[in-house]
């Protein structure tokens, strides 16, 4: 028996989102059950092309989805549940969350067949359960979504404060300001690890509250007069609301653009939020309102191409027009990686003559993460003897475990996806790296991030391919012409590539033996490394295309 | 003849750099003759796949290379000089330059194969010299690489104050410190249009001093114990030696790391800068030193995977090593684009143990390129006519232009890569709109950027390739299996991928008449067309893969 499988322990490994910021996956172990939390998707740089969604990949858990007894869900984040529905099938297990979260979980499963299959047990806000051996308490924080849930884990071998995203807002627009008694309770009732997000530890500064963004953008509204366009994330329903207030107070009517916008705004308004939310106007009749009667908010604040934003900028939205002296107002951050895509969009607005206001120029967006400030309070709140910080990359939780100690929290341990760590009995430390990995969203298929498919077209990216098919009798004789087909080479010498490359395949078949000559596989393989040489010399890239060379072999009778 | 042919107008027609930030090339006509200002490359995105490097489409010039009269560089940066060896035999005119970027295009040039070929007349720093009916005076400016040159260009239609890239450093220390009377006579004596660098137009305060960027960091080193890196740009001479200066005063040692950097401090030498710089310590001997009392400086500020730092952070110099304790200072700014990069480069350190210092964190870095107060000093001095701003996206030149008409130009003009502007007589007005576009730097070529082989390789990246090749007899019988070659599509279905497309095959070669079928361009194209389906129903793609079809038509004898 392994080590780390005595049944007084106490588990955690991340499978994602310790060591990036995304596709979070949490796993704790206690009494020999598994319990995850979260299960979040994350979107792919260059490096996997074609790619745009990337998942952990589960098959450790999956290897031992009989020991898992839930899944817990603390928010409706994309990189807390978007991967739930690709993923479920492999590890099968009941699905615990708040009630706005779990309309989002069913949207996501309907449309996936998935919802008649699925166990959902709905947790009330400030809820317990008892999901295995874990007693489990959902404790409402503050964030950039609707119910944003810390929760309390108790197992036998301690408890864990695991704080899902979360920010202090002193004046929340939608839900509660965190309780702060209730806080210095659990510390009080003793916790041995907080595992804590890391987003902002860099900031020393505290977030900010919604609502100085709310009255900031209402006075900004009251001395424009042309359309107004507000771009915001889309599960920011407490944004949405101040862009919509700010509208109302304004006089202007209230236009949501974009489809996840309003499934969002549904979800809050079927879960009891957004109770004075507006009266909303359709698309095809907000035209029809002067300019200055009208505010559109859109998805697209982060330039993306297919986002209400950018295509209403690039004139593909049949009812919905920006035009000269209109104001688009980005009510968001520049996620780091999207500087390109947000830029592009700003050009082409700029082209079409409206003004730009972002948050570098105005009060017109808060984080929901929490600041150094914000750290500090938690760590006074919840006073843990291990602090574990997660939902970073490495400098994030490097950072936010040398900020916890310099506060005096005594041990801190920095997990990475993977790292399986005992949290009890202490000291905390990494027991086992388990191999992990990501799952790309390729067409239908979830494969491997290393897979052949994605490898491939990797290689083809920098080097281009080049496919040879060569048709022979027994002796290897030529029966046709090789049929040389060029895949991204540049054909730009003085010699035309194919011809280049037919040339290579004789030279290379004239200089085998007739023994070797007549073996089709030998006959391949001696073609393909010269026309591969051939075609590296032709364009002087470092590596030559990606080759293949195939043989028919026809008897002749 | 067309309307802008006249030989007292005079026009100004940006190929580069108007419109992005990047492959500067500027072309100035007057007296029926061309002059041109610049000429640089810019580094590609994801959307030219497998691409590092692109230029300006010179091919509006080439075809008038008889009235090129020639083409002053104004300073050595890669986006205003590194695309002339690339390009020159396209244009092939004299080359002006002052001796440090004379220097740095020899090196160039000499690589090219090029030297012999190229007429290279040096200007003295502030210097004049006479191009064809172009009257050119150099003015040295402040910018982060040695000798920046304004160049005001004296015509019989008017003058131009072409910028370049500037600031105003109060203390620079490499070069003189702008000389404000000679700015201000420039101004006495009539400017027609100010061409004016737009970068940093955001930017309220002024750029900031080299002086105070090397009393910080001098200041910072004394607490260091530990191995130091530094990492900056490896044209900026002026802060390679702020960072020797400051090991020097904290008796450390110093060894550049980087063929660039070598390349710079020698051209800077040779240029007669840098006449306090130490002596180097070599690599390899660097690493019997101390820890405190070695400074390296690195190349790769960016995160470039090739560069100096991150070798040495991932373990790949042999002599180099970063420890536990060392310190890491990015005497840079992120470029925009470049957040992943340098975020994994960070990363590494972290894991490794390092600390690291960003512009973030404290002031050691300052920008080569005017803020608004300094843009608001240029314009004072120069009192143009007109404003045309450059060196920047739509968004960082349309501001600019509303920044100049703020403080009373009244005439301001935003060119676009391609616009030939009238600048005289006037008003300032677009003309005509010129083709242009960019080339790319694939292998040994240069090719369009919309060329078959960039286009090829984009495709294949988001939905892969399939080349399907066929022998057939004179009627179309199959003589051999079909060879099925998948780049790039995942094979993750329950049927075999490769089986898929061969049953599609069959397919439509069955349904085809025996006259369709015998001939081989329609079998190829039904059966391409049906394979293409059948994989796009089998990955679930938008888009079917790359489909080639190739068949050899065998003739029995």
């Not at 028996?1 to 796993?27: A, V």
């Not at 807002?169 to 003793?190: C, F, S, Y």
């Not at 390109?340 to 050009?347: A, F, T, Y």
């Not at 990475?416 to 790309?440: C, F, M, V």
Request: aromatic share 6%; with cysteine; charged share 25%.
């Amino acid at each position: 028996m392994p080590q780390h499988d005595s049944k007084d322990d106490l588990y955690f490994l991340p499978l994602g989102g310790s060591g990036e910021i995304g596709m979070n996956l949490n796993l704790y172990k206690s009494q020999g059950k598994w319990l995850m939390v979260d299960c979040g998707i994350s979107f792919a740089d260059s490096y996997l092309p074609g790619i745009d969604i990337i998942m952990p990949n589960t098959s450790y858990i999956e290897q031992r989805r009989d020991k898992l007894v839930g899944l817990i869900i603390t928010h409706a984040h994309e990189d807390h549940v978007g991967a739930l529905a690709h993923l479920w099938r492999r590890f099968r297990c009941p699905v615990y969350a708040t009630p706005f979260t779990m309309i989002i979980i069913r949207l996501k499963l309907a449309e996936a067949g998935l919802l008649d299959e699925v166990p959902l047990i709905e947790v009330p806000l400030e809820g317990s359960v008892k999901v295995g051996p874990f007693a489990v308490d959902f404790m409402s924080l503050t964030h950039s979504i609707p119910e944003p849930n810390a929760v309390r884990i108790n197992t036998t071998a301690g408890t864990i404060f695991h704080t899902g995203d979360w920010k202090l807002d002193p004046e929340p627009l939608l839900g509660e300001k965190t309780n702060a008694e209730r806080m210095q309770q659990v510390g009080d009732e003793g916790v041995l690890a907080l595992v804590c997000d890391s987003t902002n530890v860099f900031n020393v500064e505290a977030s900010g509250s919604e609502s100085k963004v709310r009255d900031n953008i209402s006075q900004m509204l009251s001395s424009k007069k042309g359309k107004i366009f507000c771009a915001t994330f889309s599960s920011n329903v407490a944004r949405v609301d101040s862009l919509a207030q700010a509208a109302k107070k304004n006089g202007r009517e209230v236009c949501l653009v974009g489809r996840s916008l309003k499934r969002n705004v549904a979800a809050a308004i079927e879960a009891g939020y957004l109770q004075d939310f507006p009266k909303l106007v359709d698309e095809s009749d907000a035209g029809y309102l002067p300019n200055e009667k009208i505010l559109y908010i859109c998805t697209g604040c982060q330039g993306e191409a297919r986002a209400a934003l950018m295509r209403i900028a690039q004139g593909n939205n049949r009812d919905v027009t920006i035009s000269r002296g209109d104001t688009v107002i980005f009510s968001s951050k520049i996620i780091p990686g999207n500087e390109l895509p947000i830029g592009r969009l700003h050009n082409n607005l700029v082209e079409i003559g409206a003004e730009i206001i972002t948050e570098n120029d105005s009060f017109v967006h808060v984080s929901g993460h929490p600041g150094q400030s914000e750290l500090s309070q938690m760590y006074d709140w919840i006073r843990p003897e291990i602090l574990v910080p997660v939902h970073g990359e490495l400098r994030h939780m490097v950072r936010q475990a040398e900020f916890g100690k310099s506060l005096g929290i005594k041990n801190t341990i920095v997990p990475q996806n993977g790292t399986l760590i005992r949290l009890s009995p202490g000291p905390a430390k990494i027991i086992e790296y388990i191999d992990t990995g990501r799952l790309a969203l390729d067409g239908q298929f979830i494969i491997p991030a290393e897979d052949d498919a994605i490898v491939t077209r990797r290689r083809i990216l920098y080097n281009g391919a080049l496919v040879v098919s060569l048709v022979v009798d027994e002796t290897g004789e030529f029966l046709a012409t090789p049929e040389i087909t060029n895949l991204g080479n540049p054909d730009a010498g003085t010699t035309p590539f194919e011809d280049t490359i037919i040339e290579a395949v004789f030279a290379a078949a004239d200089k085998l033996t007739r023994k070797q000559r007549a073996d089709k596989n030998k006959l391949a393989e001696a073609v393909r490394v010269n026309v591969r040489k051939a075609a590296k010399n032709y364009t002087f890239k470092e590596t030559g295309p990606l080759t293949t060379v195939t043989v028919s072999q026809i008897t002749k009778d």
